[in-house]
Nanobody
Framework: QVQLVESGGGLVQAGGSLRLSCAAS????????MGWFRQAPGKEREFVAA????????KYADSVKGRFTISNDNAKNLVYLQMNSLKPEDTAVYYC?????????????????WGQGTQVTVSS
């Protein structure tokens, strides 16, 4: 069992930055994938970024490529999402998720564990 707790959300002006954190506890294996997803009001949940826990290989959605960076600290069991050049369309609840494979899936249905989410609001 894996527990995930996100933090770091808030209100920021367009062009600003935020860093989200995800604290993972429980049995974390080196072969896992950690991902970030988001869901805006009235929209479906969408993939944002993923990282392979042991290799650090990453994958990004086209909409955030070049602006967001996912990283992890294995020693502290933390996953980060650095978000720069934020846009109003980035406004959403952001969720941390864990997949028990190293495949970096973009389909949220593939993930086994989820956090409770943290709100990010970008004002224009």
């Amino acid at each position: 069992q894996v527990q995930l707790v996100e933090s770091g959300g808030g209100l920021v002006q367009a062009g600003g930055s935020l860093r989200l954190s995800c604290a993972a506890s429980g049995r974390i294996y080196s072969t896992y994938t950690m991902g970030w997803f988001r869901q805006a009001p009235g929209k479906e949940r969408e993939f944002v970024a993923a990282i392979a826990w042991n290799t650090g290989i990453t994958k990004y959605a086209d909409s955030v490529k070049g602006r967001f960076t996912i990283s992890n600290d294995n020693a502290k069991n933390l996953v980060y999402l650095q978000m720069n050049s934020l846009k109003p369309e980035d406004t959403a609840v952001y969720y941390c998720a864990c997949d028990r494979t190293r495949m970096l899936p973009t389909d949220g249905g593939r993930y086994d564990y989820w956090g409770q989410g943290t709100q990010v609001t970008v004002s224009s």
